[in-house]
């Protein structure tokens, strides 16, 4: 399984965090098959986000698309609103968006960012767009949990694949791989 990039990120000043993230079609590797999707940042599937509680994100998205889309940070309590996850937000083909949002406190968690366009959602997401986020809390930062943290965390990612409707997750501890088949 290849490695999820981390998307690329600035950190200008204390708790803010600038992140670049384009959409635009690709050729990639899904299921040991090469395929022309729809991603972000060139990778099936996209970057992951990395941010912390309490920091601000400011992330300048780029759309290299031939049709408006846009992002949603699925599950994030972050304003539904203005310039943060703003789901009537379109930005068209060849123009850039920049999101800005605080990231709460008490949501430490694994998330996932996706379009919401309306009317082009399921097209859109079908195509690949979608990828991981992670928002770290206060644990992340102590020395003595943070390595014990690393051992353990189990990273899933679903793998679109012509078996049927069956997908295949992976889930990573320290230098371990394990795989199972999950029907949906």
Do not use: K
């Amino acid at each position: 399984m290849p490695e999820i990039p981390l998307a690329p990120l600035r950190r200008p000043e204390p708790g803010l965090i600038e992140i670049d993230l384009d959409a635009r079609p690709a050729h990639v590797m899904v299921d040991g098959r090469r395929a022309m999707l729809w991603t972000y940042g060139g990778s099936f599937p996209g970057p992951l986000v990395r941010l912390s509680e309490g920091e601000t994100a400011r992330l300048r998205f780029t759309n290299r698309l031939p049709e408006a889309t846009n992002l949603h940070f699925h599950g994030l309590h972050v304003p539904p609103t203005g310039r943060a996850d703003n789901i009537w937000l379109h930005v068209p083909p060849g123009e850039s968006f920049t999101y800005e949002f605080s990231v709460p406190s008490g949501i430490a968690g694994t998330y996932w960012y996706h379009p919401h366009a309306h009317g082009t959602i399921a097209r859109q997401l079908w195509a690949g767009l979608a990828g991981p986020l992670i928002v770290e809390g206060p644990l992340e930062a102590m020395p003595e949990l943070a390595a014990r943290m690393s051992e353990s965390r189990c990273s899933r990612i679903l793998l679109l694949t012509s078996s049927g409707g069956q997908h295949r997750t992976e889930c990573t501890t320290g230098t371990r791989a394990s795989r199972a088949i999950c029907s949906w």
